[in-house]
């Protein structure tokens, strides 16, 4: 089944502490992002991949990190979380082709709450 | 999604039609997309429409897009409990970065 998981789905942590959200699609997508859902805000674009080795910055990067070693797999890496990071956190991927019909595969969402 | 507006909530009786709003800002717009969220789910596309068209229909779905208004509007026929969730508007203009601008979302409430 074609489909985008996210890890881990829910997390409580504490100020200061490193945290990684992984997120890995089966899709052999070359183009993978990460948003996060705030009330009233909609989705913002955290950081994007195009292709392994190759990211960048979307809307929101301040206090982000990511990383696209292998095709699959593009990790969400909070070096030091701060409580204004408490968000609903999605993972999509496409294909890359840039077709209209092209469509994001979003992920299940991870909820994330830093005291 | 300060660029991309919706109403927040609307209930409707089951069998009505359903008429979801939204409003946005940049008319280089190339493509605009509805998405639906269930509760505990990501998103799912529904339909989009591409910025030189006016109207797209699939099954009970109808997208009217008014480019001079910058309004796009989403019509459900027959609604249906299941069609219960936030549907989200989006713009994607067409950019290298392929990102999606969200609007806030529109909770859809379906009372049997």
């Known amino acids: 089944e074609a489909q985008v998981t996210q890890n881990p789905r829910y997390l409580i942590t504490v100020t200061g502490k490193k945290l990684t959200v992984t997120c890995s699609q089966n899709?052999?997508?070359?183009?993978m992002s990460w948003y996060r859902q705030d009330p009233g805000l909609g989705l913002r674009q955290i950081y994007y991949?195009?292709?392994?080795?190759?990211?960048d910055k979307g809307d929101v990067p301040e206090g982000y990190k990511v990383s696209r070693k292998e095709k699959r797999n593009f990790p969400l890496i909070l070096e030091s979380p701060s409580p204004n990071q408490t968000s609903l956190y999605f993972c999509?991927?496409?294909?890359?082709?840039?077709?209209?019909?092209?469509?994001?595969?979003f992920g299940p969402g991870t909820r994330l709450l830093v005291l | 999604g300060e660029d991309v507006e919706q109403s927040l909530f609307l209930s409707v009786r089951e069998g009505d039609s359903s008429v979801i709003n939204c409003t946005y800002t940049?008319?280089?717009?190339?493509?605009l997309y509805w998405y639906k969220q269930e509760p505990g789910a990501g998103l799912q596309l529904l339909t989009y429409?591409?910025?030189?068209?006016d109207m797209k229909q699939d099954q009970r779905l109808t997208v009217l897009l008014n480019k001079k208004d910058k309004h796009l509007s989403l019509r459900i026929a027959d609604t249906q409990t299941g069609d219960s969730a936030i549907y989200f508007c989006?713009?994607?203009?067409?950019?290298?970065?392929?990102?999606?601008?969200f609007g806030s979302g529109t909770r859809l409430q379906v009372q049997p």
């Open positions: 999509a991927s496409s294909s890359g082709q840039g077709r209209v019909e092209e469509t994001q595969y």
């Open positions: 899709m052999n997508h070359e183009y």
């Open positions: 991949s195009m292709n392994v080795e190759v990211t």
């Open positions: 940049d008319s280089s717009s190339t493509y």
């Open positions: 429409i591409f910025s030189n068209m």
């Open positions: 989006a713009e994607s203009r067409g950019t290298g970065r392929r990102a999606l601008t």
